[in-house]
T-cell receptor, first 116, second 117 residues
């Protein structure tokens, strides 16, 4: 079945530091890949996405590239801010049809704390 | 901006009691999901509706959990009896269709946090 593995957290950084959160996946076919973010007290919201190999998703200074050869979708940001403190979830959806279509499989989440 | 509404935000109950959560999806969204998020883990799908029909409830513990979406709009998730291991965040999400879910057009509510004592 489909699965997503994220790097262990929590991650603590100083403001303006470089961020990488690793994500690898297992899926049949060609899934779509996502990063969702959950700010304190709020629901999950889509941060960025990539729907095919070599696509780069980007939003709010965050980037992730869909690497089919390494089955990875690592999240990066060149200079984090205090306001980026949140929980980040890597997720995939299967485009292969069948019972997995239209469902998201999530990683376990990575807590990011950014200090001033 | 349209939102997915959930209530209650917080619920504390004793084990063996019944508890219910309500979700009102974004207007016009035919697909509705209930996820359970245990502390320190990612959300796991419990049930998926397409309009009023259950599409997938394979991960729903049916001996104690039930979900309905009678008119294809709002939905209720019930637990009876609640157990200690049910303590979690229950998330509702909606989209226009499974195709939109696969393109990232999936919207989550703020969740209902359940604590079972």
């Amino acid at each position: 079945g489909n699965s997503v593995t994220q790097m262990e957290g929590p991650v603590t950084l100083s403001e303006e530091a470089f961020l990488t959160i690793n994500c690898t996946y297992t899926a049949t076919g060609y899934p779509s890949l996502f990063w969702y973010v959950q700010y304190p007290g709020e629901g999950l919201q889509l941060l960025l996405k990539a729907t095919k190999a070599d696509d780069k998703g980007s939003n709010k200074g965050f980037e992730a590239t869909y690497r089919k050869e390494t089955t990875s979708f690592h999240l990066e940001k060149g200079s984090v801010q205090v306001s980026d403190s949140a929980v980040y979830f890597c997720a995939l959806s299967s485009n292969a049809g069948g019972t997995s279509y239209g469902k998201l499989t999530f990683g376990q989440g990575t807590i990011l704390t950014v200090h001033p | 901006e349209a939102e997915v509404a959930q209530s209650p935000r917080y619920k504390i109950t004793e084990k063996s009691q019944a508890v219910a959560f309500w979700c009102d999806p974004i207007s016009g969204h035919a697909t509705l999901y209930w996820y359970r998020q245990i502390l320190g883990q990612g959300p796991e799908l419990l049930v998926q509706f397409q309009d009023e029909s259950v599409v997938d409830d394979s991960q729903l513990p049916k001996d104690r959990f039930s979900a309905e979406r009678l008119k294809g709009v709002d939905s209720t998730l019930k637990i009876q009896p609640a157990e200690l291991g049910d303590s979690a965040m229950y998330l509702c999400a909606s989209s226009l269709s499974p195709r939109e879910t696969n393109t990232g057009e999936l919207f989550f509510g703020e969740g209902s946090r359940l604590t079972v004592l």
